[in-house]
């Protein structure tokens, strides 16, 4: 039987075990934290449970495929939960907007904000589905290694104007300020600038509308919990708190992997769900092709980051939806500090996350959980001491969130924590402590991300945010797929 080794636990890296072991290659994850997820870790504080992200869960087919392989079922493992509305909308002048599949409701919405624009919404959808088939349905789970595999992929992104960005071509189809914001903010949830993002995200709308947005009942980390149960039914090993700290080769070939406590095992492939430059320049840091990789990686351009903001209080809150998103008074030019100048802005938008609103269990008896987000630019553009910045920020995001939503906030928290660029720089290697990896530039996608299969280290794989297609739990599940593909035909 062969043998494989993933570096890091997140929702990427344990789907591709869960593939690998599911194709009779024996597969030991090692993860460097006490608790596995990645970036979907928690945190338990004061009764409260806190997901430290991502919270939005689509496409359950794409999960579900991982349990079918073996003949199990998801629902085995996770209780996936409806949430409706996807998101409530929110400007600073007190409209609300809920954005959901519902195709009546949406309508009204869009009327209600702007009635001349219901029938450009029918042409943005037409054109969102056009490129979630050719973007996501076709090239989402194949890996691009080499230039020819592009330019076959390209007529057809091309006939969607994939170079333009996803305000750009929802301008197109809307004219309403609002609803320009509407339909173009969700690449920010992996990482990307609306404004220079390709098109091809514009497929997100689509994805959602057909597939539902959903909540794992307790939580993202409940989605964690069931992968690895499924992953150690089939047979997987899990090694958690146990960080590597070598990648060994000899010549182009990986031979095993060696951890902080002095563990080492010889394997015939492995696959790194671990940060990019942290996987080229630290783990791989003895090999004269992982230098040049790493050092090439590094002039890229990294997504920002996140400041987060986990509360605990007390009621209950009916009135606020699972998701919101509460837009600040400027758009582009709030983006543009983030994403160009690296600058820490005096506004912001909120992503503000509620999830006791549909799992009460979250949070103690009559408390309700919340998490308020904040893009940031990553480290490399904006070297703070969040040590200091960190508690000035937070009380402002929770101002904020006071003003418009909870008036006595500060009066009700029982407990409270932040989360910055360090952080995620610290515990998870982040690069720049970005949050997504690369930034999704048309120039940064498919064959220009990180290769699924590395060009020099020929049994060395990638899977997660830094390779194709990219971040989000729809994304990293796909990476999985294509790399999976790629070891067990390389294996066999």
Known sequence: MKRACVIGSGIGGLALAIRLQSAGIATTVVEARDKPGGRAYYWERDGFTFDAGPTVITDPPCLEELWALTGHRL?????????????????????????????????????????????????????????????????????????????????ALARYQAWRSVYSIVSKYVKSDKLREAF??????????????????????????????????????????????????????????DAVTRIETLGNRVTGVTTASGWHENFDAAASNADLVHSYRDLLGDNAAARRRAKSLKRKKFSPSLFVVHFGVTGTWPGIAHHMILFGP?????????????????????????????????????????????????????????????????????????????????????????????????????????????????????FFRAHNRDDDISNLYLVGAGTHPGAGIPGVVGSAKATARLMVEDLA
């Open 330 to 446: 400027r758009y582009k030019g709030l983006l543009d500090d983030i994403y160009k100048y690296g600058v820490l802005p005096e506004d912001f938008s909120i992503y503000l996350h509620h999830p006791t609103v549909t799992d009460p269990g979250m949070a103690p008896e009559g408390m309700s959980t919340f998490y308020a987000l904040v893009p940031v630019a990553n480290m490399g553009k904006l070297p703070l001491d969040w040590a200091e910045i960190g508690p000035i920020l937070e009380k402002r995001v929770l101002d904020e969130v006071g003003r418009r939503l909870i008036p006595d906030i500060h009066s009700r928290i029982v407990t409270k924590f932040h989360y910055t660029p360090a952080d995620f720089n610290h515990d998870l290697g982040a690069h720049l402590g970005s949050a997504f990896s690369l930034e999704p530039l048309l120039t940064q996608s498919a």
């Open 184 to 241: 173009s903010f969700h690449s920010l949830l992996v990482g990307g600038n609306p404004m220079t993002t390709s098109a091809v995200y514009a497929l997100i709308h689509k994805l959602e509308k057909d597939g539902g947005v959903w909540w794992a009942r307790g939580g993202t980390n409940r989605l964690i919990a069931g992968m690895v149960a499924h992953f150690q039914r089939i047979g997987g090993t899990l090694r958690l708190g």
């Open 75 to 155: 629902s085995e493992d996770v209780d996936l939960m409806p949430v409706s509305p996807f998101y409530r909308l929110n400007w600073p002048d007190g409209t609300n907007f809920d954005y959901s599949n519902d195709e009546t409701l949406l309508r009204n919405e869009i009327a209600r904000i702007s009635p001349g624009d219901v029938a450009g919404y029918d042409e943005f959808l037409e054109y969102s589905a056009g490129v979630f088939r050719e973007g996501y349905v076709k090239l989402g789970t194949v890996a691009f290694l080499d230039f020819a595999s592009m330019i076959k992929a390209a007529p």
